[in-house]
């Protein structure tokens, strides 16, 4: 498949993606559940977000050590999967702890959720990791699709549900946190399943002490960055919910939401050149992130613009008015998802082509120092609007640093970075002739 074609068609399931998670967080949970429950929803699955995304991390070797270091992919992926079964058994454990605990704290239900849920998000993204490290995109992006979308249809049938049986009111929190953990377990089950049958790969554990060394001290600086990227993007909820309460954070979280749909416009183009950051030259690997740099400015500069004028008012009449309040927010945090979207692109040429996984993490931790000083400055203040300025001006710093060290890293220029060349150009003018014959043809 070209270039061109598989770029579109990657674009295209990552807005379908995108979609499907505005119509599931701005347009169906928040019109069954009450104002406050969806704060509390949206509180317990970023706490749920932070485990897995640290457990996650892990899988990132997979990339490095086959397509840098071109270890045997078995004994990889067997320790790997070792690690995986290892994490399962912790996570028994902490689920019988909180059972026992919800006796005499019945909030405790939610965490048994959260915690349930960790072994099939982290077996999912094990899974997923290994297509994309083999660069099966196709398939990747068909299986990113299954867990939104399962989600969303259980949402639906929750909010049909409700329609005709408003009782269940006081049982749509648990109802909507048992669809997202079945959300979860299916989708895994589906990844499993085709890294099995398209790849011929079975997930079974290995041992081989030396490469488990590697892969724990490789994969804890990069779960590390992985947790610190997350709460860089989360810490405002999280702060927000502390200082502001449920009603705020449900607000502030409609914000995240809907400014976050931005996101899968860079995540897209990054899956397409993931393989390619760790197994190119360095020279060619260099020349790819900036012109995939460039690229990706361009799109979620264009994009966002669109989002402005469209999102607000897609807010105000499909939620009744109950978050309008949310809209500044959200107009504050595109401009900040618009260069953290571009950063990923430098990180991940630190951790993924040179090795080196300490800038990424020492940026998110100066990225998260100024969002937290900030938010808890300005949220006492200015309300949950306090934490999209916080996360905006944080993500700016981070983008700047990255720039920075990737300049100094490459010995190049800004120039290099930002001017357009005629191939640049000449991909351009093929995008949208692509596009307007796929267009075409559609109709």
């Known amino acids: 498949m070209g270039t061109i074609k598989r770029t579109l068609r990657t674009i295209l399931y990552k807005f379908g993606v995108a979609g499907l998670a505005m119509i599931s967080g701005l347009f169906l949970v928040p019109r069954y559940l009450s104002v406050p429950d969806n704060g509390i929803y949206k509180l317990v699955i970023v706490y749920f977000q932070l485990s897995t995304y640290y457990l996650a991390g892990y899988g990132n070797y997979l990339n490095y050590g086959l397509n840098r270091l071109k270890l045997d992919q078995s004994v990889v992926i067997g320790v790997i999967i070792r690690i995986y079964l290892q994490i399962v058994a912790v996570v028994g454990i902490l689920v019988a702890v909180s059972a026992f605990l919800a006796i005499r704290n019945p909030t405790m239900i939610y965490v048994i959720f959260a915690l349930l849920c960790i072994p099939a998000a982290v077996l999912l993204a094990y899974s997923t990791k290994i297509i994309q490290t083999f660069n099966e995109i196709d398939w990747l992006n068909r299986l990113n699709t299954i867990q939104i979308l399962t989600f969303v249809i259980f949402a639906l049938i929750l909010t049909i549900w409700h329609h005709f049986s408003p009782g269940i009111s006081q049982y749509l929190l648990l109802l909507t946190f048992t669809a997202w953990l079945l959300s979860f377990a299916i989708s895994a089950g589906a990844a499993v399943d085709t890294v099995r049958r398209v790849l011929g790969i079975r997930l079974r554990p290995k041992k081989h002490p030396e490469i488990a060394k590697s892969i724990i001290a490789y994969g804890r600086k990069n779960a590390l960055q992985q947790l610190l990227t997350q709460f860089n993007l989360r810490g405002d909820v999280m702060i927000v919910g502390i200082l502001a309460g449920t009603t705020a954070t449900s607000l502030y979280a409609m914000a995240v939401t809907a400014s976050e749909v931005l996101w899968h416009i860079s995540s897209s183009i990054s899956l397409l050149i993931y393989a390619r950051i760790a197994s190119e030259e360095r020279n060619g690997s260099i020349e790819l992130v900036?012109?995939?740099?460039?690229?990706?400015?361009?799109?979620?500069?264009?994009?966002?613009?669109?989002?402005?004028?469209?999102?607000?008012?897609?807010?105000?009449?499909?939620?009744?008015?109950r978050y309008d309040g949310s809209i500044p927010a959200f107009r504050i945090l595109i401009i900040g998802t618009i260069v953290y979207g571009a950063t990923n692109l430098f990180t991940q040429f630190c951790t993924d082509q040179l090795g080196k996984v300490r800038f990424p993490i020492y940026m998110q931790l100066t990225s998260i120092a100024i969002n937290v000083i900030l938010c808890v400055v300005l949220i006492p203040r200015m309300g949950f609007l306090g934490g999209a300025i916080a996360s905006t001006s944080a993500y700016f710093v981070g983008f700047v640093m990255s720039v920075i060290y990737f300049l100094r890293q490459t010995h190049h220029g800004v120039r290099s970075l930002l001017s357009f060349s005629e191939a640049d150009r000449a991909f351009i003018r093929r995008l949208r002739t692509r596009s307007g014959s796929i267009h075409n043809t559609s109709k």
Not at 291 to 311: D, E, K, W
Request: aromatic fraction near 10%; charge should be neutral; proline fraction near 6%.
């Open 290 to 321: 900036e012109r995939t740099f460039r690229m990706t400015l361009l799109l979620l500069i264009t994009a966002a613009t669109v989002m402005l004028f469209v999102v607000p008012p897609l807010i105000h009449f499909a939620l009744n008015e």
